[in-house]
């Protein structure tokens, strides 16, 4: 059977369009995000090429390597010559520059006899953006800044919305956002004002992956600095008991620990509470255990049920954070076996 016209022009031409994720790094630079390209194939480092490279092909690998925005491509191996045995392993890298990898662009894998590594190609990407939340009640809230040429500066919130936000509170390791707008309660910030019009689809991993004016550029006012609000990651603990795994069981929100009701207990949830925390099996409460102080804080969870098939405790069903009919002579107790730490040798 006859070959399409398009297939048989990749197989003579040697042109990859696969999707093949190859591993890149960048080296002889004066940091991870700038040297001479490599990629891992056969279980070798090799350079690519630089016919045909450009600055949609310098895009691609600056988003693959979690590296800022494109500073420029080189060639004439201006980061160094690869090793005279190393291969040079890709030509005529062709990417749109929208690709995430680049192994999703087309390419030469072939080689091609009259490229040396005197045209081995390199590139200068922006470092990575650091990001903090500053001037609010956790890591997880406050006036959003970010790191750059050894300054933190602020973000502008033009055209900032819900999907900014998201990224920037999964980068923090935070849950998911409750709110963004500008500083606000979080204060106005008083150094430079970094970035402006950020534009993320809201599946980024970092805010260095998202649209952007240049570093520095910008039309705004530190009363346009942008505010965010995270959920603080789910947390919970066994408190005032004689071990990690006995105690008052306790949540964390809002910035504060509070107790849990025990309105319509039940075996299951103590099951889920001691899996999460690394416990053994749950135990029966000692006398004493029944003994601990009364806690002050707030009641945040009531009405708990698990069907005992939750990772964690925060996707077991419950009333409203904060909404309760209880007193803290309701709080719950749990106590977990304590498994033993295995044996070396």
Same mark, same amino acid.
């Given at each position: 059977?006859?070959?399409?016209?398009?297939?048989?022009?990749?197989?003579?031409?040697?042109?990859?369009?696969?999707?093949?994720?190859?591993?890149?790094?960048?080296?002889?630079?004066?940091?991870?995000?700038?040297?001479?390209?490599?990629?891992?194939?056969?279980?070798?480092?090799?350079?690519?090429?630089?016919?045909?490279?450009?600055?949609?092909?310098?895009?691609?690998?600056?988003?693959?390597?979690?590296?800022?925005?494109?500073?420029?491509?080189?060639?004439?191996?201006?980061?160094?010559?690869?090793?005279?045995?190393?291969?040079?392993?890709?030509?005529?890298?062709?990417?749109?520059?929208?690709?995430?990898?680049?192994?999703?662009?087309?390419?030469?894998?072939?080689?091609?006899?009259?490229?040396?590594?005197?045209?081995?190609?390199?590139?200068?990407?922006?470092?990575?953006?650091?990001?903090?939340?500053?001037?609010?009640?956790?890591?997880?809230?406050?006036?959003?800044?970010?790191?750059?040429?050894?300054?933190?500066?602020?973000?502008?919130?033009?055209?900032?919305?819900?999907?900014?936000?998201?990224?920037?509170?999964?980068?923090?390791?935070?849950?998911?956002?409750?709110?963004?707008?500008?500083?606000? %309660?979080?204060?106005?910030? @008083?150094?430079? *004002? /970094? =970035? &402006?019009? $950020?534009? +993320?689809? !809201?599946? #980024?991993?970092?805010?260095?992956?998202?649209?952007?004016?240049?570093?520095?550029?910008?039309?705004?006012?530190?009363?346009?600095?942008?505010?965010?609000?995270?959920?603080?990651?789910?947390?919970?603990?066994?408190?005032?008991?004689?071990?990690?795994?006995?105690?008052?069981?306790?949540?964390?929100?809002?910035?504060?620990?509070?107790?849990?009701?025990?309105?319509?207990?039940?075996?299951?949830?103590?099951?889920?509470?001691?899996?999460?925390?690394?416990?053994?099996?749950?135990?029966?409460?000692?006398?004493?255990?029944? %003994?601990?102080?009364?806690? @002050?804080?707030? *009641? /945040? =969870? &009531?009405? $708990?049920? +698990?069907? !005992?098939? #939750?990772?964690?405790?925060?996707?077991?069903?419950?009333?409203?954070?904060?909404?309760?009919?209880?007193?803290?002579?309701?709080?719950?107790?749990?106590?977990?076996?304590?498994?033993?730490?295995?044996?070396?040798?």
């Amino acid at each position: 059977m006859a070959l399409p016209a398009t297939v048989l022009l990749l197989v003579i031409v040697g042109l990859s369009a696969s999707g093949t994720e190859l591993r890149a790094r960048l080296v002889n630079g004066p940091s991870s995000c700038s040297g001479r390209i490599e990629v891992l194939r056969e279980g070798q480092w090799g350079t690519i090429c630089d016919d045909d490279w450009d600055l949609n092909d310098t895009k691609v690998l600056c988003r693959q390597l979690g590296c800022g925005a494109p500073i420029g491509s080189y060639s004439s191996g201006v980061y160094g010559e690869g090793a005279t045995d190393q291969p040079i392993w890709l030509t005529d890298v062709n990417c749109r520059g929208t690709e995430s990898l680049l192994g999703h662009c087309r390419y030469n894998e072939e080689g091609e006899p009259h490229c040396k590594h005197d045209e081995d190609a390199g590139v200068k990407c922006e470092e990575p953006l650091q990001v903090r939340l500053t001037n609010g009640s956790t890591a997880c809230n406050g006036r959003l800044e970010v790191f750059h040429a050894g300054q933190w500066g602020t973000v502008c919130d033009d055209s900032w919305d819900i999907k900014d936000a998201r990224v920037v509170c999964r980068e923090l390791g935070c849950a998911s956002v409750q709110r963004t707008s500008n500083c606000g %309660r979080f204060g106005e910030g @008083t150094s430079r *004002i /970094w =970035l &402006d019009e $950020v534009q +993320c689809t !809201g599946k #980024e991993s970092s805010l260095t992956q998202c649209a952007a004016m240049n570093r520095g550029e910008h039309d705004c006012s530190h009363q346009e600095d942008v505010g965010v609000v995270c959920r603080d990651p789910f947390k919970l603990r066994l408190s005032e008991g004689p071990h990690a795994c006995a105690g008052r069981l306790e949540v964390f929100h809002e910035a504060q620990w509070g107790t849990v009701c025990n309105d319509h207990w039940q075996q299951k949830n103590t099951e889920v509470v001691c899996q999460e925390l690394g416990c053994g099996s749950p135990e029966p409460l000692k006398k004493r255990q029944r %003994r601990l102080a009364s806690a @002050t804080g707030p *009641i /945040w =969870l &009531d009405d $708990v049920v +698990c069907s !005992g098939e #939750e990772r964690t405790f925060q996707n077991c069903r419950h009333r409203v954070w904060g909404y309760h009919d209880c007193t803290h002579r309701e709080d719950i107790y749990i106590s977990c076996s304590v498994l033993s730490p295995p044996s070396v040798g």
